[in-house]
């Protein structure tokens, strides 16, 4: 009889391996499920995104100093959230109003930007356009007036006031999701770890542990270049060039850095035409060749490897395939998106393949 029972038993290993096989197929259509919903919705990612980011960043500074000071955590996210008030405020009103006073010489310079770059194009020759033949100052004319008739139809200033309406909603939502964040920023993270099964959990934790240094160090490292590109577009632009919009072109400098590659290669082109544009002999642009150099090569010999470290290099090939498939896809949140996300693929794959590499090797007899 005893034989009998214990032959009705399960074979030992097989609930587990059963429990493990659901767990598998439960966390692909969990994931899935999570991709389709935030393709659905990803025009409201933005606001999301961003205060997100910027809470994950402070996240260690207010542990630290909920350590340190022994204060409730919630009375120190609030003050962070305050100071970080304090400083967008500030940086508003140092840099609004230059910007605004640059955004209008940019507009009233427009013709003759435009005109000196068709002058440098055709010369004192003339294309036929449209049967007409015209010259780089009609050339000219005729874009500048196109777009103003572009910017002045009816349907697109409606388009431009929606647009700036769904900015400042923004703002605000960004404002209220960032304070939430600092404030639940842990109780989040584990609410987001708890629709994963509960028997992988303790790998997901694992490898969380290994993915948020390396993220850390990309996000902080990524400030870092940031302001330091615009700081020094502007020094190199403004008081030692001494070339026009010198604010909008350093702001633009350090945003498109954020795009590898391509970003940089944009920002160097377009103050390289304005510097040639108010170029007054061979010696000024010299100097902003020497200028552009010597800001690329601080950048990637010095400040880029010392801010994000080697754990956040990825292949370049790599890198435009992400931001492509992120703006794709998602918009401006997926390429904000697009490294980090390489990042954390490539970190948890290196840790199931050595893991699953471990217990493949056979035991040495």
């Known amino acids: ?15 587990h391996e059963h429990v493990d096989r659901i767990s598998s197929q439960t966390t692909i259509f969990v994931l899935v499920a999570i991709l389709f919903l935030l393709y659905a919705v990803r025009w409201i990612l933005l606001p999301f995104v961003l205060s997100g980011l910027l809470a994950y960043i402070c996240t260690p500074a207010i542990e630290w100093l909920r350590a340190r000071t022994g204060v409730p955590r919630a009375l120190v996210a609030t003050g962070v959230f305050l100071l970080l008030l ?19 010489r940019v507009l009233t310079d427009l013709q003759k930007v435009v ?20 010259d780089a100052a009609q050339v000219s004319q005729a874009v500048v007036t196109a777009l103003r008739n572009w ?3 009816p349907g697109r200033m ?17 404002l209220v999701l960032l ?4 404030l639940n920023g842990p109780e989040i993270a584990q609410g987001l770890l708890r629709l994963s099964p509960p028997m992988q959990r303790p790998l997901l934790h694992h490898i969380w542990t290994r993915v948020d240094p390396v993220l850390k160090r990309y996000f902080v490292g990524v400030v870092v270049v ?29 945003v498109l850095e954020m795009i590898p590659m391509v970003g940089p290669g944009a920002a160097a082109v377009i103050a390289g035409i304005v510097a040639v544009h108010y170029a007054t002999g061979v010696g000024p642009i010299i100097a902003y060749a020497i200028y552009a150099a010597a800001l690329r090569l601080s950048i ?20 435009i395939f992400c931001f492509l498939a992120g703006g794709l896809l998602f918009g401006i949140p997926g390429v904000i998106l697009a490294i980090p996300v390489a990042l954390t693929v490539k970190v948890t794959l290196a840790i199931l393949y050595d893991e699953s590499t471990g217990r493949a090797e056979p035991k040495a007899r």
């Open 86 to 104: 304090a400083i967008a405020a500030l940086s508003a009103q140092i840099l609004v109003p230059p910007l605004i006073a640059e955004s209008t």
């Open 115 to 134: 005109e000196s770059l068709a002058g440098g194009t055709l010369g004192t020759k003339t294309i036929s356009v449209f049967g007409e033949p015209m």
């Open 179 to 182: 304070f939430y964040f600092l």
């Open 158 to 174: 409606a388009l431009f006031g929606g647009v700036a309406f769904a900015s400042v909603f923004g703002l605000f939502l960004s």
């Open 300 to 319: 990637d010999q010095l400040f880029g490897p010392l801010a994000l470290g080697t754990a956040a290099r990825v292949h370049p090939v790599l890198v």
């Open 151 to 153: 910017l002045g139809d």
């Open 1 to 15: 009889m005893n034989d009998s029972k214990e032959e009705q038993l399960p074979a030992p290993g097989r609930d």
């Open 226 to 254: 940031v302001a330091y590109a615009a700081s020094a577009a502007y020094v190199g632009l403004g008081l030692v060039l001494g070339i026009p919009h010198a604010v909008i072109l350093a702001l633009l400098t350090g």
